[in-house]
């Protein structure tokens, strides 16, 4: 290749790299020859540091997975490389995931040759090059990705890379999808300069001033102010922003599904976590101001929801979910804006106003803390084993918060048990708790891979259920994390099946026949759930049935972290009684009463 000259596929590797990409999660194929190319010169050359480090991947949702969980972590988007429409089937529910948790990601794809009769380098010489020809490869994932773009002529490739991610970095944030057939990926190009100054991501948007001045005025004037919030903690800043807000007005939070750790759980203000609750949460019925901070699902509001007096004000950077067809909260102003500058400039505009009435904001603090207290001893109370040698799902979160410490990184995917692992893991900084943000299951086998790639000195703790667990392709994501010396300590809540499926048709059908004969979702016969990660990827493995054998069992996995190997722990835990029945229900069945999990069959 003549001086000045490279591959387009060097080239997209290139800028990629410029654009600070440090890894490629890639599943190659036959559409991917300049990109095996180009990494052989550049071993061959000595020069691999300028392109991200491949890390193969040997299944694509876990690829995905993994550049979602680096990116939760480290606020950097990272890229993904699959292969044709197959890669792309492959992806899955993962671009639903990044889509819905507003993760930055890039994603390469090839496309089958467009040349048959040898006209140009990279043209079709396999028979799949025929069956993999579809006529919309990117209609695969349109409706999940900010972009959508083929790159049809190497000359622009790395500006098209730039604003791939520049589009997936801005918010809110998401997956980009580019496409390039194979003679593109081949074709010489001039090489050009790094362009990576000229793509920075849109900056923060502030609040209208009269927006802050109406939101600081209604917070100062409420008897019982409240923020609801989600996915807020996405930035640490917002979380440093919404605390001393809240502390300046004695505002309590609530976190409704969360999938990032908003506000530490051991703030005096922090009044607990809502799910899929059918029952309706007194202090949500209580405030006369309600700010929702970034939130997808601030409550359910067939069951749960703010006083119709109640004055609601949504603050996001996607502040009417333009990307859901059904969503609405009965907001007076709805505001999008980064949440950290937005918090910032509501609390200036409280100071500014005098703040509110300083004996009024110390007896609602001092009230908000007791029942913040109170909730504490509450689950404290749970966490006690019941004393017949069984681990029940508050204990096992509660032995595995004290023997991983609070600079742990941990993932959620506990399904059913979501809500135990927020009341009792007790997160309190920011960047130590996270979930996919959407509802495909099976991030977290990926993701812990990408988490520990971004945080090579924490360790990583991922909390799954048993039917999530294996959605997460386990040989996979355990072979990567041997491969590439990220291991990280992985806790199944072993109820033997598929909890909420049955869970969901009993708020349904409180009294049908799942209610008497079960579900028929259990995992009969048995997985040998850690055995699948030893096998795989050489992991620590155990199973855990008995109360007092877990903190030793789990102080061991750890210890096999330190040394650099994945742990799995399958632990058995009862089945999760679905949530009391809401307005529509008023037939409540308590499985427990029923004997069995109600989901065997
Ligand atoms: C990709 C995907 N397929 C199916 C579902 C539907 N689904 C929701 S929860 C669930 C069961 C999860 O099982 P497990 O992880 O064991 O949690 P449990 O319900 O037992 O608490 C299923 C199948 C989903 N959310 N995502
Ligand atoms: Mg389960």
Known sequence: MADGQHTVSRALLEAMREAGVTYLFANLGSDHTGIVEAYAQARRDGCAGALPELVLCPHEFVALSAAHGYAQVSGEAQAVLVHVDCGTQNLGGAVHNASRGRVPVLILAGLSPVTAEGELPGGRNEFIHWLQDTADQAGIVRGYVKYAHEIRTGHNAKQLVHRALQIARSEPAGPAYLLAGREVMEQTVPAQPGQRQWWSPVAPMALAPQVADEIAAALTGADAPLVVTSYLGRDPAAVAALTELCELAAIGVIESVPMWMNFPGDHPLHLGYQWSTAAQN???????????????????????????????????????????????????????????????????????????????????????????????????????????????????????????????????????????????????????????????????????????????????????????????????????????????????????????????????HPSGATAAVGGGTGFAPEVDLPGVAAAAGGAYAATVSEAGKLPVALGLALAEGRRGRSAVISVQVPPTAPPPAGPHHPDPVDPGQKGDPPWPG
């Open 282 to 508: 007194p202090l949500l019925a209580d405030a006369d101001v309600v700010l929702v901070a970034g939130s997808d699902v601030p409550w359910i509001p067939a069951t749960n929801r703010p006083s119709p007096g109640a004055r609601i004000y949504v603050l996001d950077v996607d502040p009417i979910k333009e990307q859901m067809t059904l969503w609405h909260v009965p907001a007076a102003r709805y505001a999008r804006a980064d949440l950290a500058t937005a918090l910032r400039q509501v609390a200036a505009r409280v100071r500014e106003r005098g703040g509110a009435d300083a004996a009024r904001v110390a007896a609602r603090a001092g009230r908000l803390a007791a029942v913040h207290r109170a909730q504490r001893e509450q689950w404290a109370a749970r966490e006690r084993p019941p004393g017949d040698g069984t681990v029940t799902a508050e204990y096992l979160v509660a032995c595995v918060r004290e023997a991983i410490g609070p600079d742990a990184i941990v993932l959620t995917e506990a399904i059913t048990n979501y809500p135990i692992v927020c009341e009792h893991l007790r997160a309190s900084r920011p960047g130590s708790l996270f979930g996919s943000g959407g509802s495909s299951l099976g991030w977290a086998g990926g993701a812990a891979v990408g988490a520990k790639l971004a945080a090579p000195d924490r360790t990583v703790v991922s909390l799954v259920g048993d039917g999530s667990y294996l959605f997460g392709v386990p040989a996979s994501a355990q072979w990567m994390a041997r491969r590439y010396g990220a291991p990280s300590l992985t806790v199944i809540f072993d109820n033997q099946g598929w909890a909420a499926p049955v869970m969901s048709t009993l708020m349904v």
